[in-house]
């Protein structure tokens, strides 16, 4: 199936999107996800979201984001910054700003803090906390998010 989909297959890869996204956050919640199912899901989200009628870089930035968390909550550093840098991209080359901007460096930060490079860590960190979030929920459940683990040495 290409990105540019008919209409009504659009429409159904939303569907699907937004299921297969809301269903990693059930395994996310869950102290020992099993991984398998939790990348499934995950790749499933972004592979989705690439058909999904009226996607927007956006949903490219936050479905690499998605695929940063899940394999830095595995434990698989060089994946998580592998999609931690595309979300980045993403965010960069689209002149995205606010919530997803601190969270392209939010996801920076901790898959350099799985892998030991704490000091680019904090850089990144710095800058999550830094970027303007305008709207109070999304400030507050960004906050949250920054003050969740897992953030391995990093604090």
């Not at 919530?99 to 030991?116: I, V």
């Not at 906390?129 to 929920?137: A, K, L, Y």
Request: hydrophobic share 45%; net charge negative.
């Amino acid at each position: 199936m290409e990105p540019d989909s008919p209409p009504d297959v659009a429409t159904m890869h939303r569907r699907q999107a937004i299921d297969a996204n809301n269903s990693v956050w059930e395994l996310l919640d869950d102290e020992t996800p099993d991984a398998t199912e939790l990348l499934s899901r995950a790749y499933a989200a972004s592979y989705h979201w690439a058909r999904a009628e009226g996607r927007a870089p956006e949903n490219a930035a936050r479905a690499a984001w998605l695929l940063s968390r899940c394999h830095v909550v595995l434990g698989h550093g060089n994946l998580a910054l592998h999609h931690a840098d595309e979300c980045a991209a993403v965010v960069a080359d689209a002149d995205l700003r606010d919530f997803d901007l601190g969270y392209a460096h939010e996801a920076r930060a901790r898959a350099l803090a799985l892998l030991g490079r704490n000091a680019e860590a904090e850089v990144e960190l710095t800058a999550a906390r830094s970027v303007e979030i305008v709207d109070p929920e999304d400030r507050a459940i960004f906050d949250a998010d920054l003050a969740s683990p897992p953030w391995f040495a990093l604090t």
